[in-house]
């Protein structure tokens, strides 16, 4: 027996990927259903390389009632509407958007990370899935931080424009255009032109000069890994389609060596250690596009503090940054709590 399935905002970058991502994980599923605005009803959706095709169900008529899972990559405002109404029906929502994560009733789950918080879903009947760039960097983290603990982080991403949904690709790739064929390059989706630049601005600004997408990685760190880890972001937007990178610095109260650090993240879940001192010897976010790996690179000691490492993290943001670990928190769902047959 398998399980009763909506992905809601299905013909989204993200809720595509999740149809992908349930195919080519074969998630059990009894019945699979793609829901979206009603400009997008009764468009057809592939399930993934099936070759079955789903009508898309219109989300202001679909009854959640029967249905067991709900995975919304919708947004917040329609997320607001209809995943208290999906949760209410018995179906448990699994979100992608920012609007429960720091919700104290909503567990904020990472599957590799803190797989035991997922028992206190039953509070709302609802999930949070993190930020992209929280989720990769606390799949690095955790490992070492069990092993020596980790009192602070500095962190610079480097994230992809696909990030910013459909808008911000079409523009990177217009703009890339114009400037070859030499036409007017035209901002509507990025603050500053996005094409052969980077823009250190994701989200609005905060009062404190930090930008939302930095707070998030901030206080989603501690909800997930740890409360009383330190850190500081500064978050990029980098002419990239797909496919987030950060560079890490990180202190720990313990001692730790880089050669230790190595023989943990090569063993660790979720994780890909690529590091080797040579040409090439990294991964790029180019590489890491389709897999469902955490990739991380140039693992080395910072000796301008004591028990310091720096390293990079590269991830595709579409999967293990929203979609694939939404499907994996799902798994770990039917494993603890929804079992069938």
């Known amino acids: 027996m398998g399980y009763r399935v909506a992905v809601v905002g299905a013909t989204g970058n993200v809720g595509r990927e999740m149809l992908n991502i349930l195919a080519e994980r074969e998630f059990p599923c ?41 995975l919304f990559a919708a947004g917040s405002e329609p997320t607001k509407i209809y995943a208290p109404k999906a949760a209410a029906a018995g179906c448990v929502v699994i979100d ?18 803190n797989p035991d918080a997922i028992d206190g879903y039953k509070a709302r009947n609802i999930i949070a899935n993190p930020n992209c760039s929280t989720a990769q960097m606390v799949v690095a983290l955790k490992p070492l931080h069990d092993k020596a603990t980790i009192k602070r982080v500095v962190v610079s991403t480097y994230q992809s424009v696909s990030g910013a949904g459909k808008a911000g690709l079409d523009e990177l790739f217009e703009q890339s255009r114009a400037i070859f064929v030499g036409d ?34 901030v206080v989603e760190t501690k909800k997930i890994l ?13 002419p990239v389609f797909v496919g987030h990178s950060e560079s890490l610095n990180i202190e720990f109260e313990n001692e730790i060596s880089a050669e230790e650090a190595q023989n943990i993240l090569r063993e660790a879940p979720g994780i890909m250690l690529v590091d080797k001192r040579e040409d090439g010897g990294y991964v790029t976010p ?16 910072d000796p301008t503090v004591e028990n310091g490492l720096a390293l990079w993290c590269v991830s595709d943001n579409l999967r293990k940054g929203a979609a694939l670990n939404a499907v994996q928190i799902a798994e770990l769902l039917g494993r603890r709590h929804l079992k069938k047959g």
């Open 184 to 217: 007017q390059v035209e901002k509507r989706k990025f603050t500053k032109q996005i094409a052969f630049n980077v823009i250190p601005h994701i989200d609005s600004f905060l009062d404190d000069g930090s930008t939302k997408e930095e707070w998030k990685m």
């Open 286 to 301: 180019i590489e890491s596009v389709g897999d469902s790996a955490t990739y991380v690179s140039r693992v080395r000691e």
């Open 30 to 70: 009894d019945e699979i259903a793609a829901v979206a605005s009603s400009r997008s009803t009764g468009t057809e959706i592939e399930f993934g390389e099936t070759g079955k095709m789903l009508k898309v169900k219109n989300i202001e008529h679909f009854d959640f009632t029967g249905w067991d899972i709900a």
């Open 226 to 238: 740890d409360p009383k880890i330190k850190l500081q972001a500064t978050c990029v937007r980098v």
């Open 96 to 113: 992608n958007s920012s609007l429960y994560r720091m919700d104290p009733d909503v567990p904020l789950i990472v599957p590799e990370v």
